[in-house]
């Protein structure tokens, strides 16, 4: 798979920083003595970060999702509430394989959780906690058959039950910060009806139809009861 490849990847790369710091602050004459080959290595593992990041990530295609004004998808919280895309699809860390059109939404524990699209409820898993293997989520079935899931909901964070039908903008969920995750978010996708692959989708209330890593984003989705 090629998720754990990125997100070891990505942590090493951090880990690389720490030790950077480490050696300057803490090892200043190792530093010195070693600074032309130090500086040579970070320089090639940054470079070569930067240019996977720049020329293999994002959005392919473009003409793969559907028009933003026919989309049915809306920013799942509240109306008027700016929030970052802290990854999108096709990501520097995670998001590929089957959940290469996922986004990950910054998003502070216990945050209400808005319905994205209107449909029926299909499976609740909210008993997990803390930082682990296993995430809670919500996923909801629409009238097309695809399927949309919120994942990293808090422990009993699930506002909703198996079979009932919500409408969009309801709240379905509290926010958390459970499962495979380094801080608290909302990881977001759509599933065709198999759930053996995301899809490409668009939000109705997103200028551009497709939010955008590093970009901030205010939401149109109306809450409801």
């Known amino acids: 798979m090629t998720w ?5 990847i ?3 790369s951090l880990l690389l920083v720490l030790v950077f710091l480490y050696l ?4 200043p004459a190792i ?4 600074k032309s080959r130090i500086s040579s290595f970070y320089i090639a593992w940054f470079s070569s970060y930067f240019l996977f990041v720049v020329f293999f990530t994002g959005p392919q295609d473009f003409h793969h999702y559907p028009p933003r004004i026919d989309s049915p998808y809306k920013l799942p919280w509240k109306s ?27 998003m502070a524990t216990g945050t209400q ?9 299909i499976e609740v898993s909210d008993g997990y906690d803390g930082i682990g293997l296993n995430s809670n989520f919500i996923l909801l079935e629409h009238e097309d058959g695809q399927r949309s899931g919120y994942y990293h909901i808090q422990q009993k964070g699930s506002l909703v039950a198996s079979g009932d039908f919500v409408t ?7 926010s958390g ?12 996708l759509v599933f065709n009806k198999e759930e053996s692959t995301s899809i490409p989708v668009t939000f109705n209330d997103v200028l551009e139809g497709v939010p955008l890593a590093g970009r901030f984003y205010v939401s149109g989705n109306v809450q409801r009861p």
């Open 113 to 121: 959780i808005l319905a994205a699209r209107s449909g029926t409820v």
């Open 168 to 174: 969009q903008g309801q709240p379905i969920a509290l």
């Open 177 to 188: 910060m459970v499962g495979q995750t380094m801080f608290p978010h909302l990881h977001f």
């Open 10 to 12: 990505f942590i090493s």
């Open 24 to 27: 300057i602050f803490a090892r």
């Open 4 to 8: 754990p490849i990125l997100g070891s």
């Open 80 to 106: 008027g509430v700016k929030r970052l895309v802290v990854q999108g699809n096709r990501s520097f860390t995670s998001h590929r394989d089957r959940h290469r059109y996922a986004w990950d939404f910054l």
């Open 31 to 34: 530093w010195r003595r070693n």
